[in-house]
């Protein structure tokens, strides 16, 4: 049975000049995930329809409902947080 272990990042302060960074990250994971998705064969529908490759969210990412946007945001802030917890540092050049 798969038991999920994430890193703890409850105790990481999330810089708020990062913030910018955690949209531009949950954009392009968006993009990533979709251009894969077409790669694939999928293509925008209404409904999600596995059997004919269908996928609502087959679109811009400021297209999306802010559910799914909230989804890539969280991926993003969680992924700066493990850099960080790890000893990183994320500085703009």
Wanted: glycine share 6%; hydrophobic share 30%.
């Amino acid at each position: 049975m798969y038991t999920p272990e994430p890193i703890d990042t409850s105790g990481v302060e999330f810089p708020e000049g990062l913030r910018h960074l955690t949209e531009r990250l949950a954009e392009n994971a968006h993009d990533n995930w979709a251009t894969q998705r077409i790669k694939d064969g999928w293509t925008y529908g209404p409904k999600r329809d596995d059997n004919a490759k269908k996928h609502p969210d087959l679109v811009p990412y400021g297209d999306l409902p802010e559910s799914e946007k909230d989804y890539d945001r969280t991926m993003a802030t969680e992924t700066i947080k493990v850099i960080l917890a790890s000893g990183y540092t994320i500085e703009p050049v």
